[in-house]
């Protein structure tokens, strides 16, 4: 389900039933541990649990340098999202890099998402793509999580 902050405007997905992070790409053997994908932002953030430590961690494959931060153990996906994806900061790091403003305008000019969709720069800025809204568009959260990787010589 989407969750959404009193704006109404939808922030992530949690997964019903966790998906294998092979579904990454080339990120995935990087992940160590972090085996299962729990969820995604609208921007392209994955959620991701270890099982066998309980942690939970969020991968910004947008973000260049370390892009991945770890919150620790949680007893279930319930109180990691209400302990930290439900925060009020959660939106600053979690859309990056853009604003919930932003998200808010990109459902105007694009419409909503559909399951396992994101709204992303069409081309990377990593590779002389922008950040202006205008050249925004939709696509699968794995394909691009995976390009992205690619993009700065993931192997």
Not at 52 to 73: A, R, T, V
Not at 103 to 109: C, E, Q, R, T, W
């Amino acid at each position: 389900m989407f969750w959404k902050k009193k704006s109404g405007i939808k922030i992530y997905q949690l997964y019903k039933e966790p998906v294998s992070s092979d579904k990454l790409g080339v990120w995935q053997k990087h992940l160590g541990s972090f085996t299962q994908v729990v969820g995604y932002s609208v921007t392209g953030s994955i959620l991701l649990f270890a099982p066998d430590s309980k942690e939970y961690l969020i991968f910004y494959p947008s973000m260049p340098g370390n892009n991945c931060k770890n919150y620790g153990e949680f007893p279930d996906i319930a109180e990691f999202e209400e302990r930290i994806l439900k925060e009020p900061s959660f939106p600053q790091y979690g859309l990056y890099p853009i604003t919930e403003k932003d998200v808010k305008a990109l459902v105007k000019i694009l419409g909503p998402l559909a399951a396992d969709e994101i709204y992303h720069p069409a081309l990377d800025p990593a590779i002389g793509g922008s950040l202006n809204l205008d050249g925004f568009t939709k696509g699968n959260v794995f394909i691009h999580s995976d390009i992205l990787g690619q993009n700065r010589g993931i192997e």
